[in-house]
T-cell receptor, first 112, second 112 residues
Framework: DTEVTQTPKHLVMGMTNKKSLKCEQHMGHRAMYWYKQKAKKPPELMFVYSYEKLSINESVPSRFSPECPNSSLLNLHLHALQPEDSALYLC???????????FGSGTRLTVV | KNQVEQSPQSLIILEGKNCTLQCNYTVSPFSNLRWYKQDTGRGPVSLTIMTFSENTKSNGRYTATLDADTKQSSLHITASQLSDSASYICVVRDTGGFKTIFGAGTRLFVKA
């Protein structure tokens, strides 16, 4: 298994909703990442987990809450989002911090 | 300052033609450079990864080169196909830490 699987592929949520994005990999990678990507822009790093511990939080608003239940899973909990949070959310993993990423297909999030 | 600059910003070519995309970086200390292909609304897919000692690496019709002395890389696409229409992103990582720098990408349009 050489994939990073993200669910759901599409999500539409209201500003008062609570939802979660999920990411799963079974490659034995010990680093996992959340990125946010707006149209025609490169991905922007949000969070990094290394060995299931949060190692980097790029000053992301608290309405985004990451969780790493185990070495294969990564969640992003969403609450009280704003329309400007609409974007493609990408999960990635890497064998170690210095190696390249494997990206998931992303979740297209629309906040209404 | 660690930067990755890609050129051209966009490119239109006819089907069957070759093209070359450029990536210049100032990331230091350098660990690896990866080229990704990203279709609109999808996650990036890795094409090649190159470390300091590698000069050329091929993946089908894609050939990447790296000159670590001048800190330049190129991605050459041979006999382009309509399905090559996408954004091509150059990503450079430093050694040790989680510093990953994304280029802004080159948007390639292949026309029939």
């Amino acid at each position: 298994d050489t994939e990073v699987t993200q669910t759901p592929k599409h999500l539409v949520m209201g500003m008062t909703n609570k939802k979660s994005l999920k990411c799963e990999q079974h490659m034995g990678h010990r680093a996992m990442y959340w990125y946010k990507q707006k149209a025609k822009k490169p991905p922007e790093l949000m969070f990094v987990y290394s060995y299931e511990k949060l190692s980097i939080n790029e000053s992301v608003p608290s309405r985004f809450s990451p969780e790493c239940p185990n070495s294969s899973l990564l969640n992003l909990h969403l609450h009280a989002l704003q329309p400007e949070d609409s974007a493609l959310y990408l999960c990635a993993s890497s064998q170690e911090s210095r190696w390249g990423y494997t990206f998931g297909s992303g979740t297209r999030l629309t906040v209404v | 300052k660690n930067q990755v600059e890609q050129s051209p910003q966009s490119l239109i070519i006819l089907e069957g033609k070759n093209c070359t995309l450029q990536c210049n970086y100032t990331v230091s200390p350098f660990s690896n450079l990866r080229w990704y292909k990203q279709d609109t609304g999808r996650g990036p897919v890795s094409l090649t990864i190159m470390t300091f000692s590698e000069n050329t690496k091929s993946n089908g019709r894609y050939t990447a080169t790296l000159d670590a002395d001048t800190k330049q890389s190129s991605l050459h696409i041979t006999a382009s196909q309509l399905s090559d229409s996408a954004s091509y992103i150059c990503v450079v990582r430093d050694t040790g830490g989680f510093k990953t720098i994304f280029g802004a990408g080159t948007r390639l349009f292949v026309k029939a």
